[in-house]
């Protein structure tokens, strides 16, 4: 079941960086009827992740995939500018997203042996 979660919490990361590029590309209206729709497909994913695992883990995965990808997107598609204060910045929001992920892990398995 954790599986599927962690698909729907890809599927919902993988969709918003589509429509975050789509905001930067859309020129007519059927282009912002696309983005609008690939919104809803990924809003209706993010609470189907959220049924299972913690929603603090899933909207901070969402939200740290997303700012990382924007940026990447920005500097590499767009041509933004890279610079040290931004590597340290994403360094420490993957820090944080991975460690609050070994957390909730760790909660769980307290949870898991107190319920035995």
Known sequence: MKNKAWFYVF???LFELIWVYGFNEAS???H???VVGIIFIDFHFLPKACETLPTGTVYAVFAGVGTVG???MDVFLFGG????G???FITVL??????LNIADNKDE???SKEAI
């Open 32 to 34: 912002w009827v696309i």
């Open 81 to 84: 500018n890279f610079s040290l």
């Open 70 to 72: 924007t940026v990447v």
């Open 94 to 99: 993957v820090i944080g997203v991975i460690g």
């Open 28 to 30: 007519t209206w059927w």
């Open 11 to 13: 599927l919902t990361c």
């Open 86 to 88: 931004k590597l340290l």
């Open 109 to 111: 398995q307290r949870a």
